[in-house]
């Protein structure tokens, strides 16, 4: 089985992820798909619909294997209809793995070139931003301080441990307190290479 060439986006919670894959994806030789597309493009009426909605309704996270299985299929469908190539294009994951038992299910499935970890040196800082960022979309629970910083708990003993799943020589961090231009300056420094090194640009001789 063919495992698609992905760089992974990790990072704390507000690192900016969504926005630098969202940016990442435009770029022509880069698929971006974060955790939260593949939820939302899932089709209710299925088997896998109704098993997510009965988690959710409750409130419950949904479990790792159903996890990775609609990622699976979310993946078949996006290459068969060609919207994802993988012989010319990397893949950008965020939000996913999101545990050390996510990562190691997916390693049948993923060639991973590169972690990119954003950063955040100032943990305050960042809380402050999710706040700021919640207020100003009127998003009032995420505004909460407390669920903002529980957010970051869960993160630190659930997401974080992935990082070791990972050799250390293809981690590259990025410091995510810059503005979004700035912190793209740097994650193109650091993908725009494991591209040049796996896949030909078409436009080269």
């Known amino acids: 089985m063919q495992k698609f060439k992905t ?5 704390a919670p507000g690192a900016g992820k969504g926005t630098q894959g969202k940016i990442l994806g435009k770029v022509p030789g880069f ?5 939260g597309d593949v939820f939302r493009s ?9 098993q997510f909605i009965a988690y959710s309704s409750r409130g419950e996270l949904v479990p790792d294997e159903l996890t ?26 965020d939000g996913i793995p999101r545990n050390v038992n996510q990562a190691k299910h997916l390693e049948q499935h993923l060639e991973v070139l590169e972690v990119l970890h954003l950063v955040c ?12 960022r919640a207020l100003k979309e009127n998003r009032i629970d995420d505004a909460d301080e407390k669920v903002i910083r529980k957010r970051f708990d869960v993160y630190d003993h659930e997401t974080k441990p992935v990082l070791d799943c990972y050799p250390k020589e293809i981690i590259r961090e990025v410091n ?30």
Not at 7 to 11: R, T, V
Not at 183 to 202: A, D, R
Request: aromatic share 6%.
């Open 176 to 205: 995510a307190m810059g503005s979004p231009s700035e912190v793209l300056q740097h994650v193109l420094e650091v993908v725009v290479p494991v591209q040049n090194k796996h896949f030909l640009n078409p436009l080269s001789n």
């Open 42 to 50: 899932l089709d209710m009426g299925s088997d896998l619909g109704k």
């Open 121 to 132: 040196p100032d943990k305050e800082a960042m809380v402050q931003r999710m706040r700021r």
């Open 31 to 35: 698929f971006h798909l974060a955790c």
């Open 7 to 11: 760089i992974l986006l990790f990072g």
């Open 68 to 93: 990775i299985e609609m990622w699976r299929q979310n993946m078949h469908a996006q290459t068969v209809l060609s919207i994802y190539k993988p012989n010319v294009d990397i893949l950008v994951l």
